[in-house]
């Protein structure tokens, strides 16, 4: 172990964290299962809730018999084509709407719930919740939020660990990792262009080093 670099997972600093795949098994299972369920129902063409109706009783053949006659009826491709009955059977379809077969709120839920195991809001993997669009300045501040609430702590315990396992003990307080977060401020050109115009009116920085933070060539 005293050779090997691990970042460990959230959960308790003295063990070899956990995995979000593996305590999240239930809630990536359920979205698995959503999906796959979705896609049976639109595979037999969104008709398995229907049932045929007869007053006679019909023999084990006979019931076999129908059974391959409306295995010829099923299938998307075959949707919209017209079933021939006969002996008194009555076809009756059972009222199933596009949104229940899709089952729309399951899968939205299903998404934003396996986004809390990563810590990641669902607009960045292209996800809006109900209401909220897909641009402006909402998104704008969720993504801020993300990188100060989210990645930044993330940020702070890999620095932490290279510093504890990397650097030697020797070298402390002289060698130092830093991940340049100053980068975060490119989603936010109203945080950038306050931020390079008190570095110039203080005379912090030359307009080449500001010019270098916008990753544009020096003059």
Request: hydrophobic share 40%.
């Amino acid at each position: 172990a005293d050779k090997v670099f691990h970042l460990r997972g959230f959960g308790p600093g003295d063990g070899i964290g956990m995995s979000a795949i593996a305590y999240g098994a239930n809630s990536i299972g359920a979205a698995l299962a959503a999906d796959e369920t979705a896609g049976s129902v639109f595979s037999n063409s969104m008709m398995p809730s229907g049932v045929l109706e007869s007053d006679q009783t019909l023999t084990e053949p006979q019931r076999e018999q129908l059974q391959a006659h409306l295995t010829t009826y099923v299938g998307s491709k075959k949707a919209g084509k017209t079933m021939l009955l006969e002996a008194g059977l009555k076809y009756n379809q059972l009222q199933m709407n596009p949104e229940d077969a899709q089952l729309l709120e399951t899968r939205r839920y299903s998404v934003e719930d396996v986004c809390r195991w990563f810590g990641v809001p669902p607009i960045i993997i292209g996800h809006a919740s109900q209401g909220q669009t897909m641009w402006g300045s909402g998104v704008e501040a969720i993504m801020l939020s993300w990188l100060t609430l989210g990645i930044n702590p993330l940020l702070s315990r890999i620095e932490s660990r290279i510093e504890k396992d990397l650097i030697p003990i020797g070298k402390r307080g002289k060698w130092v990792f830093r991940f340049n977060r100053e980068g975060m401020l490119q989603m936010d050109s109203k945080a950038k262009g306050e931020f390079l115009s008190k570095m110039a009116t203080s005379g912090t920085m030359t307009a080449n080093e500001r010019r270098e933070k916008l990753n544009l060539p020096p003059h």
